[in-house]
């Protein structure tokens, strides 16, 4: 079945450095989508790619989808200790029945 | 507009048992996804109903089962409770009929099975 795997699972950095997790999936995806859940809090939605190729900016966060529409990726600049939380990728895969899967999940805290 | 809710937030059961848990979904919404999360597993996809009608299934024994009302609310049973069912459950609603529409996430059901 689809597999959606997302590296790392755990980053420290310290506050003001870069961070970026990876999410590569087995099949081709119609689409990718970013949550973020902060600790004790549930998944809030962040972003949805379409295109291969797409990227997308909010602010100090840039989210892309591979040009396979394979792989996405979600890059922070300059971390704050507001962005400590659990960042997971969603995909879809085309002739999969329109199921969500969600990767593991990379579990980012901030060292002011 | 009131966001997804759940109840109840926290469940202490014992093996054996079983459990219902109720989501209400965002006003207007109606897709309801449930998912099991838990520390080594990640997010798990458990079923997803749309209009009254089961439209996905991961991959979970029969144990698990779940149900969609007309008003849109969905509850979902697990039988015979197990050890490692302990998790926190979540339920999220989406807009349109597409499944891979946003999902907007309630707080969760922490359930702990002893």
């Known amino acids: 079945g689809q597999q959606v795997m997302q590296i790392p699972q755990y980053q420290h950095v310290q506050e003001g450095e870069d961070f970026t997790t990876y999410c590569n999936s087995s099949?081709?995806?119609?689409?990718i989508q970013w949550y973020k859940q902060r600790p004790g809090g549930h998944p809030v939605f962040l972003i949805q790619?379409?295109?291969?190729?797409e990227v997308k900016k909010q602010k100090r966060l840039t989210f892309q989808f591979g040009e396979a529409k394979k792989n996405s990726s979600l890059h922070i600049t300059a971390t704050q200790t507001t962005d400590v939380g659990t960042y997971f990728c969603a995909g879809v895969a085309y002739n999969q029945g329109g199921k969500l899967i969600f990767g593991q999940g990379t579990e980012l805290s901030v060292k002011p | 507009k009131a966001g997804v809710t759940q109840t109840p937030r926290y469940l202490i059961k014992t093996r054996g048992q079983q459990v219902t848990l109720s989501c209400s979904p965002i006003s207007g919404h109606r897709s309801v996804s449930w998912y099991q999360q838990t520390p080594g597993q990640g997010l798990q996809f458990l079923f997803e109903?749309?209009?009254?009608?089961?439209?996905n299934k991961g991959n979970f024994p029969g144990r698990f089962s779940g149900r969609q009302f007309s008003n849109s609310r969905s509850e979902m049973n697990v039988s015979t409770l197990e050890l490692g069912d302990s998790a926190l459950y979540l339920c999220?609603?989406?807009?349109?009929?597409?499944?891979?529409?946003?999902?907007?996430f309630g707080p969760g059901t922490r359930l702990t099975v002893l």
């Open positions: 099949t081709t995806l119609s689409n």
């Open positions: 999220a609603s989406s807009l349109a009929q597409r499944s891979t529409d946003t999902q907007y």
């Open positions: 790619l379409v295109k291969s190729g």
């Open positions: 109903y749309f209009s009254e009608t089961q439209r």
